[in-house]
């Protein structure tokens, strides 16, 4: 059985596995033996009385659980299975392989205790603390973006078929000048009082919006401050990324199982002589977007990335197979800053006090850098905990406090 770091699983000789396929009303456990044979099934009602009456099947708490749906329908049997001293392990639905022999709640246990005793299984993502908390947020977030989008392209489709009159004066308008005119009109029929509702409705939604990303961006620094610190990571990028993960991204063992979650890993496509590999097109999908517009962000205006993605085409690469080794290296960046120690020092390096005696400003040093003065100024109070950039940040000092004692 494989061993890896946090959260992974641990070699040891157990008499029997457990297995947990989850629903809605029910879960069903099957219990195996250390050779594979079934020893039975149950059905069991959600709810603290039937995980109980579940925990008290399987008897010993050396027995390892796998529960299927950790974050949907198995969030409230895990947690009480290790409330009462189990090591419960996350396992992935049936393979196709699987299914063939049939499909059924106790098939479905019984295969996830296969898949444990094999070694696929895997800690079960927390939700609680920040990780969890920025999960919700985010959440309300997007629904709050969803409808303001839905809004804009309703009123666009009213704008269409509107009176001539009113079609003109609001064409041309970017969205939110045209929605700022319109809630502050004063409409003399039906399309006009309609246009007005739904601009103020897509006002609210945008405030509403912002300000959850103000609090977003709040416990993103808090909880991890080396992600956010990171070159092109904004707040809603880091939370997509922290959603994904959880608060514990340990538990995935390596950062070659993380690259997995963010579909940014290649996929050996070889046969024969043939010898490629392919686009990965699972994993996490929020996580993917996140890793890309990171890379995006880079490819426009981090200065080693422009030079990485023009020896990768010099090589012989499409700009798109380019941008795809970018963004697997972006994703064993991302699981080392959020696995590495979240503490930033109170005057990191004294880089704002060696910036003084230079008599230099942020602007200028962030143009050295290649980064913003707001980044600069954030590093300088320990708001974000970005260690490449601190060091890069340390040696222009002294390059500089060097040439002024020179005297050129």
């Known amino acids: 059985m494989p061993v890896g770091k946090e959260g992974a699983m641990e070699e040891v000789a157990v008499a029997a596995w457990a297995g947990v396929d989850t629903h809605r009303d029910t879960n069903t456990l099957a219990l195996i033996d250390a050779l594979g044979r079934v020893i039975g099934t149950w059905e069991f009602r959600t709810g603290r009385e039937g995980y ?11 027995v390892p659980v796998g529960v299927e749906g950790t974050g949907s329908y198995g969030a409230g049997v895990a947690e009480r299975l290790r409330e009462l001293g189990y090591k419960v392990y996350e396992v992935i639905r049936p393979r196709r392989q699987q299914r063939r022999r049939g499909k059924s709640d106790p098939i479905d246990a019984v295969a996830a205790a296969r898949n444990l005793a094999a070694g696929e299984g895997l800690a079960p993502k927390m939700r609680e603390g920040a990780g969890g908390d920025i999960r919700w947020l985010m959440l309300a977030r997007e629904h709050a973006v969803r409808h303001s989008t839905a809004t804009v392209n309703a009123v666009k489709a009213m704008l269409v078929t509107a009176p001539d009159r009113v079609r003109r004066k609001y ?3 970017p969205v939110p000048t045209l929605m700022a005119a319109l809630a502050a009109s004063r409409p003399s029929d039906a399309c006009q009082k309609a246009l007005r509702r739904l601009a103020r409705r897509w006002i609210g939604a945008k405030k509403e919006a912002d300000e959850l990303e103000l609090e977003i961006r709040d416990l993103v620094e808090k909880s991890f401050p080396a992600l956010y610190g990171a070159f092109g990571v904004g707040a809603i990028t880091a939370a997509r990324l922290i959603v994904a993960a959880g608060t514990n991204p340990g538990r995935m063992g390596s950062e070659a199982a993380f690259s997995m979650l963010c579909g940014t890993s290649p996929i050996p496509a070889s046969s024969g002589r043939t010898d ?13 977007r996140a890793i890309h517009e990171i890379a995006l962000v880079r490819m426009g205006k981090d200065p ?23 963004c697997r290296y972006i994703a064993r960046e991302v699981y080392r800053l959020m696995t590495m120690p979240q503490t930033p020092p109170p005057n990191p390096l004294g880089l704002a006090s060696g910036r003084k005696r230079l008599g230099m400003s942020q602007q200028t040093i962030a143009n050295e850098l290649g980064t913003s003065p707001e980044q600069i100024s954030r590093i300088e109070r320990g708001k974000v905990f970005c260690l490449q950039t601190m060091l890069e940040y340390e040696t222009l000092l002294r390059k500089l406090a060097a040439k002024g004692e020179n005297g050129y």
């Not at 490629?276 to 993917?288: F, K, M, S, W």
């Not at 010099?314 to 700009?319: F, L, N, P």
């Open 52 to 62: 109980d009456e579940l925990a008290s099947k399987i008897g010993d708490a050396s």
């Open 171 to 173: 064409s041309g308008m």
């Open 276 to 288: 490629r590999h392919r686009l990965n097109r699972g994993g996490n999908r929020q996580a993917n």
């Open 304 to 326: 080693r990335t422009k030079a990485y993605i023009a020896k990768k085409m010099a090589e012989g690469k499409t700009k798109r197979e380019a941008l795809r080794c970018v």
